[in-house]
């Protein structure tokens, strides 16, 4: 456990999002496991957190060391982004945990 | 990868319910190609002297014996300690840690309700959630239902908890995608400021650290 939280912190990707910035999560339908539910995909949200880095899981799956470590994010979306036909108040909000390959920066409009 | 991945279904066919007279089948009762695999690994590492039966045995016992009394004692102690409540919010596993609580590796998130956000927790890929914390958690959190609607009609589903969430409070579904898992701090029920943070302890319940309910006074 010690081993691999010291390997893990020798071998991260470096971190690309701070809280507080718009991303969109990446539209890809890549075989195999993956942890981004379809439902995200495409939509737009803001980082909440950042929750560390941790092994990927695509690679972790195949018994692969996941290594170099991703970023892992906590992403907010408005219920509305995610369901256009979403039934409840406008401002309720999802968050879902995205590791940094699967989100892009988003401008945001002026 | 965490241990606690997993997705079951325990699908029933006419609606859950059985037609008069058929016995409810076991749900362990044919050997999937899972099943299969979970026995030839377990019978290997016993062979190989990786591990005893006494010792599946002991973890299995542990697991089962867990409950939500480790969430309970974090909720009340945040209700009666301010600065522990923040402290939890900012890193849930080290104050889980700092309660004496076992936890492992556990990485853990609180989320805390109040009368602005209700916060309830899902996980729409398969059924993680914090065991060390919770104990295991209840068929229904697994079910396909629970999991598809509950990040989409969040309303709804509270609603069939008995839970009805005024229109003015923002809901915040958790979808626990990856490697954090998820605590809801209820909000503490009117007078109850005469109970000790044991007393408060028994009044929280499993479904109000998920979020499916709230705490009656």
Redesign the interface.
């Known amino acids: 456990m010690t081993d691999t939280a010291a390997l893990r912190r020798e071998t991260c990707s470096p971190h690309r999002f701070r809280v507080g910035d718009r991303v969109r999560v990446r539209v890809a339908y890549p075989i195999g496991h993956v942890r981004t539910p379809f439902y995200i995909r495409g939509k737009s949200g803001i980082i909440e957190r950042l929750c560390g880095s941790f092994p990927n899981p695509e690679e972790l799956a195949y018994a692969r060391s996941g290594l170099p470590a991703l970023p892992l994010y906590r992403v907010r979306f408005l219920q509305r982004e995610l369901w256009p036909d979403y039934v409840g108040r406008p401002a309720d909000t999802l968050e879902a945990e995205i590791y940094q390959h699967w989100l892009q920066a988003e401008e945001v409009p002026p | 990868?965490s241990g606690d991945h997993e997705a079951e279904d325990g699908h029933l066919p006419h609606g859950g319910h059985l037609p008069h007279g058929e016995i409810r089948p076991d749900q362990d009762d044919s050997l999937t190609y899972y099943r299969a695999m979970e026995t030839a690994v377990r019978e290997l590492l016993i062979e190989k002297g990786v591990l005893t039966a006494a010792d599946v045995r002991r973890q299995i016992e542990a697991m089962d014996s867990r409950g939500p009394h480790g969430g309970a004692m974090m909720v009340a102690r945040a209700w009666v300690d301010t600065a522990f409540k923040q402290r939890m919010l900012e890193d849930g596993s080290a104050a889980a840690r700092e309660l004496g609580l076992e936890i492992g590796?556990l990485?853990l998130?609180v989320v805390e309700n109040t009368s602005a956000v209700h916060n309830v927790i899902v996980c729409?890929?398969c059924s993680c959630y914090p065991r060390m914390l919770l104990g295991l958690p209840p068929d229904w959190y697994k079910s396909r239902n629970y999991r598809s609607r509950t990040?989409?009609?969040?309303?709804?589903v509270l609603a069939e908890f008995g839970t009805l969430i005024p229109?003015?409070?923002?809901?915040?579904?958790?979808?626990?995608?990856?490697?954090?898992r998820y605590l809801v701090l209820p909000r503490r029920p009117e007078n109850t400021e005469h109970l000790s943070e044991a007393q408060l302890a028994a009044l929280v319940t499993r479904d109000s650290m998920i979020g499916v309910s709230v705490i009656e006074e």
């Open positions: 990868m590796p990485n998130i729409t890929l990040v989409r009609e969040p309303r709804a229109a003015d409070t923002r809901i915040c579904v958790h979808d626990s995608t990856a490697d954090m």
